[in-house]
């Protein structure tokens, strides 16, 4: 749904930091996005293609990280990860939890140039 | 050609770093005004203009309370809630399919937050995009219709996941549209164990009472013993 401005404040972010870093072409970008970001994945490739026109990202890749859900359980007092972010529920000990600790990561990690 | 190695740029950074920045000065400030925010969340026509409407009313008696409210379009839902009394602000977001801090910022840029100490933003109607925007809110309440299907907290797990409160709105509705609350229930524990869960009819003010409460908790918690709240 807004994965559209989410690219273009990609491409700025990325632009700025290819501009201080003299790069004049970027290869890829590495992003992290979680299962509770709200951002689809091929939503973003697609949307991404069309931000990064005109730039010096154009033509890069998009590699994304998908990042799972991560709830602190407080039964096994410890982080664990869910297997399916449609269920809160600890997967050794079965109690539900609701703290999160990872899944709403929307991040730019890093850059390549050619 | 100039022979160049490959190079790795690191940046790490939040994608919506600076939504994130300008959420966390919203928030500073409404502290600093001793404002309790909340955020309020649904698809479109889950009753959240009813349901603040009747919420505006009954608070207004012991404190005074202030809305913000977004749409695409039009002021309908502006004029519907000045009916409260309250000072209520219309947003039109013409395209955009959520709130931004910065949109917010710019709506209450001349309201004096001294004078307010209870805000609602009543969000876009859309299950999706604004669970990914901090507005400095203190809360983040989702709403679920009785008429929409119990089945809403599996299909958009990262809205449900998030909220503070759930409401469930239009119960006088309830029978004749076959709604199963145990289901619906067990559907947003699946996504959210924590959150207090109240069943509420914005035209029965079943359920009004409970949600004022938690309003008054989260009130409470914010502002321990800057203000007098019956």
């Known amino acids: ?114 | 050609m100039s022979y160049e190695t490959k190079r790795l740029i690191e940046i790490r950074q939040g994608v919506l770093s600076k939504n994130d920045q300008l959420a966390a000065e919203l928030r500073s400030r409404f502290h600093a005004a001793g404002v309790t925010v909340v955020n309020l969340l649904s698809s479109p026509g889950a009753g959240k203009t009813s349901l603040l409407e009747a919420t505006m009313r009954a608070m207004l008696a012991e404190c005074r309370v202030a809305a913000l409210v977004g749409d695409l379009a039009t002021d309908n839902d502006a004029r519907r809630l000045a009916r409260s009394g309250g000072l209520v602000r219309q947003i039109q977001t013409g395209d955009m399919c959520h709130l931004e801090a910065d949109i917010v910022a710019r709506h209450l840029a001349d309201w004096d937050l001294n004078q307010i100490d209870l805000l609602f933003i009543e969000n876009v109607g859309n299950l999706v995009c604004p669970a990914g925007y901090d507005l400095g809110e203190a809360a983040r309440v989702v709403l679920l219709s009785t008429t929409e299907g119990e089945d809403k907290p599996l299909k958009y797990p990262a809205t449900f996941a998030t909220a503070d409160a759930i409401l469930l709105t239009k119960m006088d509705l309830a029978g004749p549209v076959g709604f199963d609350r145990a289901m619906a229930e067990e559907n947003i524990r699946a996504v959210n164990p924590l959150a207090p869960i109240i069943a509420t009819s914005a035209r029965s003010e079943t359920g009004l009472q409970e949600w004022m409460a938690w309003l008054r908790e989260q009130m409470q918690a914010r502002h321990k013993g800057t203000k007098t709240i019956a």
Do not use: W
């Open chain 1, 1 to 114: 749904m807004h994965e559209l401005s989410i690219a273009y404040n990609i491409v700025n972010i990325a632009t700025k930091a290819a501009q201080e870093a003299g790069a004049e072409q970027i290869s890829a970008v590495h992003v992290r996005i979680g299962a509770l970001s709200g951002v689809v994945a091929d939503a973003l490739r697609f949307s991404f293609a069309i931000a990064a026109e005109g730039t010096p990202l154009a033509n890069a890749e998009l590699i994304i990280e998908e990042v799972p859900v991560v709830v602190f359980c407080p039964e096994c007092r410890a982080e664990v990860t869910l297997p399916n972010p449609r269920l809160f529920r600890c997967p050794s000990c079965h109690r539900p939890c609701g703290q999160i600790v990872h899944g709403r990561e929307l991040e730019l990690v890093a850059l390549e140039t050619p």
